[in-house]
């Protein structure tokens, strides 16, 4: 599907006889090739989104004819709890008479209705665009914050397999955006320090501010993350010794009695109580002393000092 419109000084308006602007979205084979035979479009940009779903690029150059041209990749993200199986691109081609986009139609919808009264050029509808972008990641980072503090709160009532898994997932999606802001920042600034923004140098600082603002967070959230999963980490290294220590009494106290019990079966004279008719009842009640006493002692005995 290609939206055709016309980027004045007048505003943003849809116009097919003028347009210098093209917005497609999930072309057809057809559509492609009438786009690559009327533009000079490079054979594979429409394969650019598809084969490099993770990357984020800037290239200007110039034709044969000494024609300027301009290839941009941005990469979005469509879901702010799945991003990286919901992740998309947006392949960027430009010159002095034509932009071309192609992203999904739902990126381009919520452009033209967050900035539609605001683009007058070329440029400030990459910039608007990037903004969109941006936003995105930021409510991303906004929840991974109230997972975060959720994962925090869940630590203070003892670490569980929910509080544990949800701490991984958290994790995994904050490497993967953290990877991917790295990677679009270099692009903004490519972009940001061409000449090609120069009529949109406040809308051009505002982007990259607001792309700092995300790098920035997605940075502060991991390094929270992993204080979080270190105070974890030494939650269940307490309990577990907590657990040894337990254990390790316990199999002491047993190994008392059995001791006692051992002594008074060898088949020897001599043995206290053997001729006693309450021989095996003080045998029994010598192991329950010593045990009692041996417990009391163990469990108040500080492990620490």
């Keep these: 599907m290609i939206d055709y419109f016309y980027i004045s000084n007048d505003g943003l308006q849809k116009n097919k006889q003028q347009a210098n602007w093209l917005a497609v979205s999930d072309p057809t084979d057809a559509e492609k090739e009438q786009l690559v035979a009327d533009y000079e479009l490079p054979r594979n940009f429409f394969s650019f989104g598809r084969d490099f779903s993770n990357v984020s690029f800037f290239k200007k150059y110039q034709t044969d004819d000494e024609k300027s041209l301009c290839l941009m990749l941005f990469i979005d993200i469509q879901s702010i709890h799945r991003p990286e199986s919901l992740s998309s691109t947006v392949t960027v081609f430009l010159t002095s008479d034509i932009l071309i986009t192609v992203s999904e139609k739902s990126l381009i919808t919520q452009v033209l209705n967050t900035f539609k009264t605001e683009i007058f050029t070329k440029a400030g509808l990459i910039l608007?665009?990037?903004?969109?972008?941006?936003?995105?990641?930021l409510a991303f980072l906004k929840e991974q914050r109230k997972t975060i503090e959720e994962i925090s709160y869940g630590t203070?009532?003892?670490s569980n397999k929910n509080i544990l898994e949800k701490a991984t997932d958290t994790e995994k999606n904050l490497v993967y955006i953290d990877n991917l802001l790295k990677e679009q920042r270099k692009t903004v600034t490519q972009l940001l320090e061409s000449e090609l923004v120069y009529s949109d140098r406040d809308l051009a600082i505002e982007l990259e501010l607001q792309t700092k603002q995300?790098?920035?967070?997605?940075?502060?959230?991991?390094?929270?993350?992993?204080?979080?999963?270190?105070?974890?980490?030494?939650?269940?290294d307490n309990r577990l010794n907590q657990l040894m220590k337990f254990l390790n009494t316990a199999s002491l106290l047993l190994a008392l009695p059995t001791l006692i019990f051992s002594l008074w079966g060898i088949n020897t004279g001599g043995l206290l109580w053997r001729d006693s008719e309450l021989g095996s009842f003080l045998v029994v009640l010598l192991a329950l002393i010593v045990s009692i006493v041996s417990g009391i002692y163990l469990f108040r005995k500080d492990y620490n000092a």
């Design 214 to 236: 995300a790098t920035t967070s997605v940075q502060i959230y991991r390094e929270m993350l992993s204080s979080i999963s270190g105070l974890i980490d030494s939650m269940m």
């Design 128 to 137: 608007h665009t990037l903004q969109i972008i941006n936003e995105h990641y």
């Design 156 to 158: 203070t009532k003892g």
